[in-house]
């Protein structure tokens, strides 16, 4: 047991420099110059298959990726016309007061209004000041998520369903996303879609 350490001090450089070395068709260069011609087509052959299994693996999931995504599109746009979705599931949302992070400075923001359906993700422009940019925005199953990082959920302001909505109700929030908002007041009703009145409880 005492020689371990020493063991994993040898084998550690090795190891590294057998995961650099350089591959022919997935075999080390040593192994590709002690094989036979046969050996080498059988080499080649079996690279190419993991390589097809592979291209078809990421086209496949490409193509499921698209579909989900042109399936949340048409839902989106059914929820916006009216033609699907129950009340609630099409929001206003308002943002004023408060400061965000743009132009390298903490800046106020000027008022800006969007609408979001249910299982929606769209970019809206910002501006403060001079300075303009882009907030992510996103709303799905009652969770309105405003100032979402690139490819991730963490850090945005997060603000769940409140029967308020109905009527409209107001917030302050505060994110950790890109655009860092501090003390902005989020405005947030129920908008009934067209010909689709919202419901009185």
């Known amino acids: 047991m005492r020689n371990l350490p020493s063991l994993a ?4 450089p090795l190891l590294l420099l057998i995961a650099c070395s350089p591959r022919i068709y997935g075999v080390s260069e040593e192994q590709w110059d002690a094989m036979g011609e046969t050996e080498r087509v059988e080499a080649i052959r079996a690279w190419e298959s993991v390589q097809k299994a592979r291209e078809s693996r990421l086209q496949a999931e490409a193509e499921q990726e698209a579909a989900l995504a042109a399936e949340r599109a048409a839902q989106v746009a059914a929820i916006r016309s009216g ?3 129950l009340p609630g599931d099409l929001i206003r949302v308002s943002l004023h007061g408060g400061t965000l992070r743009i132009g390298g400075r903490d800046r106020a923001l000027e008022p800006t209004s969007f609408t979001l359906a249910s299982g929606e993700a769209r970019t809206i422009e910002v501006q403060a000041e001079r300075y ?7 709303f799905d199953d009652g969770l309105l998520l405003i100032d979402l990082p690139r490819h991730s959920r963490t850090g945005a302001a997060r603000v769940a369903w409140d029967g308020a909505w109905m009527q409209g109700a107001e917030t302050r929030i505060r994110s950790d996303g890109p655009h860092r908002l501090r003390d902005v007041r989020a405005y947030v009703q129920v908008t009934p879609p067209p010909s689709r009145p919202v419901r009185r409880y």
């Open 9 to 12: 001090v040898i084998l550690l």
């Open 83 to 85: 033609e699907a979705g």
């Open 132 to 138: 303009r940019g882009e907030l992510e925005v996103a």
